[in-house]
């Protein structure tokens, strides 16, 4: 039905100079899913997602969030929208000259200013959801290891209670344990709260520890869409080596394990 759809991309291009990264590309998302987008080097995962949240212009095609399409709304509609949404940059992307509370307060600042002390305390609150201490929020990134800085990235992310978190590569640069943990939050988050997941990752873990479907790029468009089980039988060459090769099954095994 049309209203489990919060994300839809119809027809998508996407070109730098002569090399065409997307052609036609077609992606639904559902409300409240946790959904991993795939794909092999240069298939444009990190520009599918910059075209959804505005910083990529896109040639052509439509991107429409909750029955909007972002090309027709005015600067106010789109800041607007942006407000329901929260992203996960790969690097985190947190402002070094600002303390753990004063970065997870830039979002509210800027889409729903308040009074400092009642936005402290959202703040201090988003700190608690992603499992970090009232101490680690009057400290610096550069005083954090790489996963508490990914949980503070999130942290900000959740700031205004969005609808859609976007997720680039979350688990990259963390250790395996570190990761595994990392994964247990996002889950434990959207299960709680709701909101949808659009995950870019090539972390076979992550896909088969959390997401609900994986979305495949590949030819330039969205191969394929379904549940990790029906990617295993997909007939195309990548498809096959990444789900079925070493590193897939072994992912798999493990999650079975943690299952059984």
């Known amino acids: 039905m049309a209203d489990d759809i919060i994300l839809s991309i119809r027809g998508l291009r996407n070109t730098f100079g002569d090399q065409v990264v997307h052609n036609n590309l077609d992606l639904d998302v559902r409300r409240g899913e946790i959904l991993g987008i795939v794909g092999g080097s240069g298939t444009g995962k990190s520009v599918l997602l910059r075209s959804v949240i505005g910083l990529q212009k896109y040639e052509s095609g439509t991107i429409t969030i909750n029955?909007?399409?972002n090309q027709d709304l005015s600067m106010s509609d789109a800041k607007a929208m942006r407000a329901h949404w929260g992203v996960l940059f790969q690097n985190g992307a947190l402002f070094t000259s600002l303390t753990v509370l004063e970065n997870i307060e830039?979002?509210?600042?800027?889409f729903a200013p308040m009074e400092p002390k009642l936005?402290?305390?959202?703040?201090?609150?988003?700190?608690?959801?992603?499992?970090?201490?009232p101490e680690a929020g009057y400290?610096?990134?550069?005083?954090?290891?790489?996963g508490m800085r990914k949980r503070v990235g999130v942290a900000r992310a959740l700031a205004l209670d969005p609808?859609?978190?976007?997720?680039d590569e979350p688990t990259a640069g963390l250790?395996?344990?570190?990761?595994?943990?990392?994964?247990?939050?996002?889950k434990s988050l959207q299960k709680t709260l709701g909101f949808t997941v659009f995950l870019i990752t090539h972390d076979l873990d992550t896909l088969h520890t959390i997401c609900d479907r994986v979305a495949?790029?590949?030819?330039?468009?969205?191969l394929v869409t379904a549940p990790i089980s029906d990617l295993r039988q997909f007939p195309h060459p990548w498809v096959k080596a990444y789900f079925n090769g070493p590193r897939g099954r072994a992912a798999l095994d493990s999650v079975d394990a943690t299952r059984g």
């Open 67 to 69: 029955g909007k399409n």
């Open 106 to 110: 830039v979002p509210i600042r800027e």
């Open 119 to 133: 936005m402290a305390e959202i703040a201090s609150y988003k700190l608690a959801m992603v499992g970090l201490t």
């Open 139 to 146: 400290k610096f990134p550069n005083e954090l290891s790489g």
């Open 163 to 167: 609808e859609i978190l976007f997720l």
């Open 175 to 186: 250790d395996p344990i570190a990761a595994a943990e990392f994964d247990t939050l996002i």
């Open 216 to 222: 495949v790029l590949a030819d330039r468009k969205v």
